[in-house]
């Protein structure tokens, strides 16, 4: 089981992070992605990290503003949020999967999603 949170209403240029607690399974050997899906879109691929959190994978739409980490010791992952823009507004969600992949069909499991509202 995967729960997010930290999300909000942050004003543009502002920061949240956003955590994801997994519990109920071990994923320290799996990829955590995050994922986010703003109103009347599909969901797309922020970012990946492997399990050992030395390689992370960003979007090139969020690439130099969010960061992918972890702490396999807490079961959690992290998504820090810099620079945050109005066309950043979506429900992110965590997910966790065997694969490097920015594919949403490569995770299998997922978490209920935290809201982020960024106003201009």
């Known amino acids: 089981q995967l729960q997010a949170c930290g999300g909000g209403l942050v004003q543009a240029g502002g920061s949240l992070r956003l955590s994801c607690l997994a519990s109920g399974h071990t994923f320290t050997s799996y990829v955590m992605g995050w994922f986010r899906q703003a109103p009347g879109k599909d969901r797309e691929f922020v970012a990946a990290?492997?399990?050992?959190?030395?390689?992370?994978y960003a979007a090139d739409s969020v690439k130099g503003r969010f960061t992918a980490s972890r702490d396999n010791a807490k079961n959690t992952v992290y998504l820090q949020m810099n620079s945050l823009q109005p066309e950043d507004t979506a429900v992110y969600y965590c997910?966790?999967?065997?694969?490097?992949?920015?594919?949403?069909?490569?995770?299998?499991?997922w978490g209920q999603g935290t809201l982020v509202t960024v106003s201009s």
């Open positions: 990290i492997k399990w050992n959190g030395a390689t992370t």
């Open positions: 997910a966790a999967g065997t694969l490097f992949s920015n594919n949403r069909d490569h995770y299998n499991f």
